[in-house]
């Protein structure tokens, strides 16, 4: 085995902008959603076709969120599917400076 230097690098904590997506943060809020909205149909024991009949959501929405296929899906429609499956959704927002935001010609 050879022995080879590694470099560690810090995440920002949203893999999506890690790996420089131009919309980062929806895609990090969309994903978390769809979590939730796994864990819901885990917890109780929900088939794609049993979460339909309970939201009224298309079976195959199921199956695109289950799949993270999140394309289709807008922020707030995967809110209103959380609330249909009897969740409430609370949404903090911290907004941080980006990197290199706002800084012209920063002197050395």
């Known amino acids: 085995m050879k ?25 990090q809020c969309k994903a978390m959603l769809a979590a939730e909205i796994i864990k819901a149909l885990d917890r109780d024991r929900l088939t794609v076709r049993g979460a339909h009949e309970r939201t009224g959501f ?11 296929e999140l394309g289709r899906f807008t922020v707030d429609r995967l809110i209103s599917v959380l609330n249909r499956l009897g969740a409430q959704v609370e949404v903090k927002v911290r907004v941080r400076r980006g990197l290199g935001a706002g800084v012209h010609g920063a002197s050395s």
């Open 3 to 27: 022995s080879e230097k590694l470099e560690v690098v810090r995440g920002t904590g949203n893999v999506f902008r890690d790996l420089g997506h131009k919309n980062a943060d929806a895609e």
């Open 58 to 68: 298309a079976a195959a929405d199921f199956s695109r969120i289950r799949n993270a």
